[in-house]
């Protein structure tokens, strides 16, 4: 089983940064790709960029490509986003979760963090 604690997120202005961490309890965190989602008020989760288990391949929606990058260190079982240019509509609960490489959708059966929130003001 692996536990999942979000941090790092709050309120910044239109083309600021946050980086957001997600640290990971449970021996076998390296084993998993893992990824982060978002979900704005009203709105479906979706998905935001994933980092396989190794963190040599990483995969970015196409909303963040270019802005945001995920990456992650094994020795301390944390994944980190790094969130740059950030737009009013980036803001949204940011969540990390385990996941499958290819399968850029949120599952129930993965585990999840309980999220933290960005908000990026104009």
């Known amino acids: 089983q692996v536990q999942l604690v979000e941090s790092g997120g709050g309120l910044v202005q239109a083309g600021g940064s946050l980086r957001l961490s997600c640290a990971a309890s449970?021996?076998?965190?390296?084993?998993?790709?893992m990824g982060w989602f978002r979900q704005a008020p009203g709105k479906a989760r979706e998905f935001v960029a994933a980092?396989?288990?190794?963190?040599?391949?990483?995969y970015s929606a196409d909303s963040v490509k270019g802005r945001f990058i995920i990456s992650r260190d094994n020795a301390k079982n944390t994944v980190y986003l790094q969130m740059n240019s950030l737009k009013p509509e980036d803001t949204a609960v940011y969540y990390c979760?385990?996941?499958?490489?290819?399968?850029?959708?949120?599952?129930?059966?993965?585990?999840w963090g309980q999220g933290t929130q960005v908000t990026v003001s104009s």
């Open positions: 979760a385990t996941m499958s490489w290819g399968t850029y959708y949120p599952r129930s059966n993965d585990y």
């Open positions: 449970g021996r076998t965190f390296s084993s998993y790709t």
């Open positions: 980092i396989s288990w190794s963190g040599v391949n990483t």
